[in-house]
């Protein structure tokens, strides 16, 4: 990785997530990326240990936050993007097919009419090739749709920010079951991925390490292309399919997909809250059965 930028990894025991804070050196610009709301889903109770250690790493290296990535709407953590804008700024930016996951996800929750599925909660919706600034770095949003349609990894230098798309070798590739999922997509993705520069450093959004080891975020092009357990070199896009869409039938729904998903494509906000003064999250009956 470039001695030009400084990356900071977050790691979320509880939804085995890492959020990323990624600084320029230069100028001490940055962007926050895939930052976790701490949520019980017993009490309905949200928190910000999580977010605070991010907080407190940004204050102490002063840096100036320019902007909130989303790597897409996640199923399995809240987003505190819209915490974070409020108390740092920075633009909340995700890619701009999160239209078609926010009119999906309109539908299965019934949201409320005032809920528009055109990305407006979001200050930036990202198009496939789209290059932006972090303070001097050189930074470019590449669409890699498959385990949702709005689905971006982000190559800021040289270090690629790839969200669920991949994990890391031992543990393998990301499901493509949910709605708008697509194992097909998910491999041309994942090749778009792999086209990279071999030294290209991985950094992973969530990890689920087998018991042989603690958990890890970081590997590169060259080990993914050789290592990778569901799509190393010589995996043809049949064999893929067909292992995903194997395994994804085995998989139960994370523990947090309803309340999350009704968050994250607000860009990480509640819902109004209702006459009394509450908000609430919905959790529909016998629709996301299989």
């Known amino acids: 990785m470039s001695s ?110 005032g809920f528009i599925a055109d990305g407006s909660q979001f200050d930036h919706l990202f198009k496939d090739g789209e290059r932006f600034q972090i303070g001097s770095l050189e930074a470019r949003a590449i669409l890699v749709p498959g385990h949702t349609p709005a689905d971006i990894a982000y190559l800021v230098d040289n270090a690629a920010f790839v969200g669920d798309t991949l994990f890391m070798p031992d543990v393998g590739t990301a499901r493509a079951d949910f709605p708008g999922g697509d194992a097909h997509a998910l491999y041309r993705s994942i090749r778009t991925l792999l086209a990279l520069p071999d030294e290209t450093v991985m950094f992973v959004c969530h990890d689920y390490p087998p018991p042989s080891r603690q958990p890890q975020w970081q590997t590169t092009v060259h080990a993914q292309r050789t290592q990778n357990i569901h799509v190393h070199d010589g995996i043809s896009e049949q064999q893929f399919v067909a292992m995903r869409k194997a395994r994804d039938a085995t998989l139960e729904l994370p523990v947090l997909m309803l309340p999350s998903v009704q968050v994250n494509v607000r860009a990480g906000a509640m819902p109004p809250a209702e006459d009394n003064g509450v908000r609430y999250l919905k959790i529909p009956v016998d629709v996301l059965c299989s």
């Open 4 to 113: 030009r930028m400084t990356s900071k990894a977050f790691y979320d025991p509880h939804t085995w997530t890492v959020s990323y804070v990624v600084s320029d050196n230069a100028t001490g610009r940055a962007a926050i990326i895939d930052p976790v709301l701490d949520y019980d889903a017993k009490s309905g109770c949200t928190g910000t240990e999580s977010v605070k250690r991010i907080l407190a790493h940004v204050a102490a290296h002063r840096l100036q936050v320019d902007w909130l990535l989303e790597t897409h709407a996640h199923a399995d953590h809240l987003s505190a993007s819209h915490y974070l804008r409020e108390r740092i700024g920075g633009k909340i930016a995700i890619g701009e097919h999160i239209r078609t996951v926010q009119s999906t996800f309109k539908s299965i929750f019934n949201l409320e009419s």
